[in-house]
């Protein structure tokens, strides 16, 4: 049984470019989170997927950034026009139910020049 | 604000000691409290979790000893190995909601 895939694990983008991170949940698991970790930081809230919907994106910051869960496929996370504050490591989560342990990726490490 | 306080924030541990770390919370309504260790590069591995209806949950060498009145939890690693070396992070979550996570605590163990 696989664990949670992420890809790309390292991501160079220039201000201005696009970022599109992808998250395939462990199988079965219909539940994503996605998290923001700064070096020497803990890991901060983005958004609560669940099949198709969006179930909490407080985390999410209102401009440049979106997420999506489509029913098939990978949780997108995706960063418009990106600037250098935007670099860091992006972490997804998958559960198997709201009440089940959550397991993560490896992460993927975003790089603004 | 920050919803689950960690503490210390490094931890430097002789090989074979004990290695604890506590965190607290406000919201009565967390049900659910997972400990997470982390190595560089890597991903947050989930290591041990508790739920409020007991005080204590034991696996291998990993403790998590849970107040519940004290709004508190805490992890004790016995005979701590250099392999134990990483940051850890306690997290409460509500069920259905998103998880919390302390700051994280860098543990060094030394040989």
């Known amino acids: 049984n696989a664990g949670v895939m992420q890809n790309p694990r390292h991501l160079v983008r220039r201000r201005g470019q696009e970022a599109r991170l992808r998250c395939s949940p462990m199988?079965?698991?219909?539940?994503v989170y996605w998290y923001r970790q700064l070096p020497e930081e803990g890991l901060k809230f983005m958004v609560y997927?669940?099949?198709?919907?969006?179930?909490?994106e407080s985390g999410m910051p209102k401009e440049r950034f979106s997420a999506e869960f489509p029913k098939e496929g990978p949780s997108i996370l995706r960063i418009q026009q990106v600037v250098r504050g935007d670099s860091a490591a992006y972490f997804c989560?998958?559960?198997?139910?709201?009440?089940?342990?959550?397991?993560f990726g490896q992460g993927t490490r975003l790089t603004v020049v | 604000q920050q919803q689950v306080k960690q503490s210390p924030q490094s931890l430097i541990v002789q090989k074979g000691g004990i290695s604890i770390i506590n965190c607290a919370y406000e919201?009565?309504?967390?049900?659910?409290f997972p400990w997470y260790q982390q190595f560089p590069g890597k991903g947050p591995a989930l290591l041990i979790a508790?739920?409020?209806?007991?005080s204590e949950k034991k696996e291998g060498r990993f403790t998590i000893s849970f107040n519940k009145s004290a709004k508190q939890f805490s992890l004790h690693i016995m005979d701590s190995q250099p392999g134990d070396s990483a940051t850890y992070f306690c997290?409460?979550?509500?069920?259905?909601?998103?998880?919390?996570f302390g700051t994280g605590t860098s543990l060094t163990v030394i040989p």
């Open positions: 997927l669940q099949k198709e919907n969006i179930i909490d």
């Open positions: 919201n009565t309504a967390f049900d659910y």
């Open positions: 989560a998958s559960r198997l139910g709201v009440n089940t342990e959550a397991f």
């Open positions: 508790i739920r409020p209806d007991v």
């Open positions: 199988k079965g698991h219909s539940h």
């Open positions: 997290a409460a979550a509500a069920t259905g909601n998103q998880f919390y």
